[in-house]
């Protein structure tokens, strides 16, 4: 099983941009799609973005295309999300997941290993 660290959240002004980093260790990095979630009080986690166990392919949620993007690094067992023109909506506990699956999968219920969240906070 892979265990999952976030790192990057914090509080930036609306339009700002932030970059998230989740790293890895256990088992083989590159078995795994990987997704960005995100979470707030009283709502469903929904996804935000996912991609592939190569790279090669992603999803990007709608609410996020053209400023959010998604990348991974096998060598060095990291996914990243770049988040650019950030709006107060945005604002969320944001979590890492793996899902053992060589497709590109939006449900979460297909992720069985988390971290431990990062919030992140976009003042207006």
């Known amino acids: 099983q892979v265990q999952l660290v976030e790192s990057g959240g914090g509080l930036v002004q609306a339009g700002g941009s932030l970059s998230l980093s989740c790293a890895a260790s256990?088992?083989?990095?590159?078995?795994?799609?990987m997704g960005w979630f995100r979470q707030v009080p009283g709502k469903e986690r929904e996804a935000v973005a996912v991609i592939s166990w190569t790279g090669n392919s992603w999803y990007a949620a709608d609410f996020v295309k053209g400023r959010f993007t998604i990348s991974r690094d096998n060598a060095k067992n990291t996914v990243s999300l770049q988040m650019n023109s950030l709006k107060p909506e945005d604002t969320a506990v944001y979590y890492c997941?793996?899902?053992?699956?060589?497709?590109?999968?939006?449900?979460?219920?297909?992720?069985?290993?988390w971290g431990q969240g990062t919030q992140v906070t976009v003042s207006s």
């Open positions: 256990g088992r083989t990095f590159s078995d795994y799609a």
């Open positions: 997941a793996a899902a053992l699956t060589e497709y590109v999968v939006s449900n979460s219920d297909l992720f069985h290993t």
